[in-house]
């Protein structure tokens, strides 16, 4: 099983910050096969980013991602309010798992 | 648009099992799969698995194959998942997502149901 390992695990920032979360794979995972979701309180994840750098329906521009084989990076480029939730990523090339999470939260 | 709606929270005792319900509206059901992902309190996401709603197929994250069984019902556009002897540490949000194939990402999720498991 492939796993994801998120850092950090609490990414204190404050609104219009950059946020860059990482995340790292125990074995090379095909960049096609890479995702990331973001989850706020109470909520279902939502969809963010796949492919590793493709952006879901309605998500904003500020959010990018990119990487490839054992290293993947989230990138929000100015963080609004909205933005303070959860992070999770995803990898679904060599059956499915998911990180660890990395919270972002308002310093 | 696409719906997800999920049966309600769950209580169970150990050793027994627990059948949660997803029901489809919006689109075709029988052109994607449904899969199954469970979040324990305080954590992260695990993949249960995934099944067809088309021809049937599945397939399970080895950790619950034996334990987790995944239907449908194409007459109702549900999607089933149960998984039996249940331990404390399946306490846990169990989400359904639309998903065309087996290893996707998943752009629409039900609300989660609550499962919880006490003595």
């Known amino acids: 099983e492939i796993v994801l390992t998120q850092s950090p695990g609490t990414l204190s920032l404050s609104p219009g910050e950059r946020g860059t979360l990482s995340c790292r794979a125990s074995?090379?995972?095909?960049?096609?096969?890479f995702a990331w979701y973001q989850q706020k309180p109470g909520q279902a994840p939502r969809l963010l980013i796949y492919s590793a750098s493709s952006r879901a329906t309605g998500v904003p521009d500020r959010f990018s991602g990119s990487g490839s084989g054992t290293d993947f990076t989230l990138t929000i480029s100015r963080l609004e309010p909205e933005d303070f939730a959860v992070y999770y990523c995803?990898?679904?090339?060599?059956?499915?798992?998911f990180g660890g999470g990395t919270k972002v939260e308002v310093k | 648009q696409v719906h997800l709606v999920q049966s309600a929270t769950e209580v169970k005792k150990p050793g027994a099992s627990v059948k949660v319900s997803c029901k489809a509206s919006g689109y075709n059901f029988s052109s994607h799969g449904i899969t199954w992902v469970r979040q324990a309190p305080g954590q992260g996401l695990e993949w249960l698995g995934w099944i067809s709603a088309s021809n049937a197929n599945r397939r399970s994250a080895q950790k619950f194959q034996g334990r987790v069984t995944m239907t449908t019902d194409t007459y109702t556009s549900t999607a089933y998942m149960e998984l039996r002897g249940l331990r404390s540490d399946d306490t846990a949000m169990y989400y359904c997502?639309?998903?065309?194939?087996?290893?996707?990402?998943?752009?629409?999720w039900g609300l989660g149901t609550q499962v919880t498991v006490s003595s």
């Open positions: 074995q090379s995972v095909g960049s096609s096969y």
């Open positions: 995803q990898q679904y090339g060599t059956s499915l798992t």
């Open positions: 997502a639309r998903s065309k194939y087996p290893l996707r990402p998943f752009e629409y």
